[in-house]
């Protein structure tokens, strides 16, 4: 009944992944990164209202070399989020469907969520 | 679930545009601040202007959120019940998360 001569279909780990499935799975990632970060965004922000040694302390902890990572990741994903969701609109009103546009659009979100992580890093 | 997904469809479609302008208007705007210091961040958000828009980045944030999470439960929670506590939980949490959101904004802006 079981033929093991077959050929298996390939496996997501030896898969080279189109740039269209990398998006799509960053896409998901990041949203999920993202509501975990509106937790520190908000705890930000009581810090701000509370003033003091509680803004002291939350700046600290953001500046700290693993809040300074976490903080570069979070802007990746916002922007990375945000480009994405920009394609996702295009989308939506029908354009950009054919695969080599799919994939040009990929690309452009990749790089915009690359440069605009860097320039606000640079300004900020 | 399903008999809402139009509606789950354009809220999150209207929500992503109101974030793709009011999000892109925070990040240019943490980034223009001359220092992250105490003082120069609530000068920035006691700007009436600033404040609404920081009040409408928090509810649009938190809506949006939601939406998305609610398709993450759906999508991989199969248990029923423990999809239903799950969905409960993120909109309860989501919701505590706006109104302290909103609050705080409110409280740096218009608080004594």
Excluded at chain 1, 12 to 27: K, V
Excluded at chain 1, 34 to 52: H, N, P
Excluded at chain 2, 78 to 86: E, Y
């Amino acid at each position: 009944m079981s033929n093991t001569e077959r050929p298996l279909s390939p496996h997501l780990s030896i898969y080279r992944w189109p740039i269209t499935m990398l998006l799509s799975t960053l896409h998901r990632l990041t949203g999920l990164a993202l509501s975990i970060g509106l937790l520190v965004f908000t705890w930000w922000l009581m810090a701000t209202a509370a003033g003091g040694s509680d803004y002291e302390t939350a700046m600290a902890v953001l500046c700290s070399a693993v809040g300074r990572l976490l903080l570069l990741g979070w802007s990746f994903a916002f922007f990375l989020h945000l480009g994405n969701g920009v394609r996702h609109l295009f989308w939506d009103v029908g354009h950009g469907f054919e695969k080599s546009q799919a994939n040009a659009s990929a690309w452009f979100v990749l790089i915009f969520a690359v440069i605009a992580t860097a320039v606000f890093w640079v300004l900020l | 679930m399903s008999s809402s997904a139009t509606g789950h469809f354009i809220a999150q479609r209207a929500s992503a545009l109101v974030l793709v302008a009011l999000g892109l208007w925070f990040a240019w705007s943490v980034s223009s601040l001359d220092s992250l210091s105490h003082e120069s961040v609530v000068a920035f958000m006691t700007v009436p202007f600033n404040n609404i828009l920081l009040l409408l980045l928090s509810a649009a944030l938190a809506y949006h959120s939601y939406l998305g999470v609610q398709v993450v439960i759906e999508d991989y929670v199969h248990a029923p019940r423990l999809c239903w506590f799950a969905l409960v939980l993120s909109r309860a949490a989501h919701l505590a998360i706006g109104l302290l959101m909103a609050y705080t904004v409110y409280d740096i802006g218009f608080g004594a």
